[in-house]
């Protein structure tokens, strides 16, 4: 048994790679295999923890706080992993090296945009006038864009590094464990997924932050 994991998916092809591309494959993995979807479904489903007391408690900083720490690290880490193959890098636009550069692209773009988000506002982050205007507490149009354009861009983003990784695990030749492995993670996070959207656990972001009050702006439009 083994012997069968740890041999190449393709028997005809030997399973033989230099360390500056298996160290650019784990880096690619932990970032866009692990840590990515780990941070999306945090920032999806525990917007509202367990046991809080919404609407009495609100602004649950935890999600945030994993999603955007998280998303660092991915960022850091992609970085890491494509200078761990840029001087070997070549001119061949296999699958893999097509995929992993329009992530790359794609992940400048979507920090970007999280950089350009706008300001908070609202009750808890009042502007140095006393106001509570803000383009996410007023929901301004480009708030709204933004919102759109960043969930839009992110799952995007999250399914093409999946198909990058499973393309490069291909030319590669990894072993069977690697693939047994990675289809059980994505697997057991699917399912987690299907298991908390029928939950309900998927919370409107800005009623997790200032409630589901209409005197809100946000909530207002959205009742318009």
Do not use: C
Request: net charge positive; charged share 15%; no cysteine.
């Amino acid at each position: 048994m083994w012997d069968w994991l740890i041999s190449p998916i393709d028997p005809d092809r030997a399973h033989a790679v230099g360390s500056a591309v298996a160290w650019h494959a784990r880096a690619m993995v932990l970032g866009w295999g692990i840590l990515a979807p780990l941070a999306i479904l945090i920032a999806r489903f525990f917007k509202i923890m367990p046991g809080q007391d919404w609407p009495r408690e609100l602004d649950n900083q935890v999600w945030w706080r994993s999603h955007w720490m998280g998303q660092t690290v991915v960022f850091g880490i992609s970085i890491l992993g494509l200078a761990f193959v840029l001087p070997i890098d070549t001119v061949d636009l296999s699958l893999h090296r097509i995929l992993g550069y329009v992530v790359l692209i794609g992940l400048v773009i979507q920090t970007g945009l999280g950089l350009l988000r706008g300001s908070k506002g609202g009750p808890t982050a009042l502007a140095p006038d006393g106001s509570p205007r803000g383009h996410h507490y007023d929901m301004t149009p480009w708030r709204r864009r933004f919102e759109v354009l960043h969930k839009s861009l992110g799952y995007a983003l999250l399914f093409t590094a999946i198909a990058a990784i499973l393309a490069g695990l291909w030319d590669a030749n990894g072993p069977r464990w690697m693939w047994i492995t990675l289809t059980f993670w994505w697997t057991a996070l699917t399912a987690l997924f299907i298991i908390f959207q029928n939950r309900g656990m998927a919370v409107d972001t800005y009623q997790a932050i200032w409630g589901d009050d209409p005197r809100h702006p946000g909530n207002a439009q959205s009742k318009g």
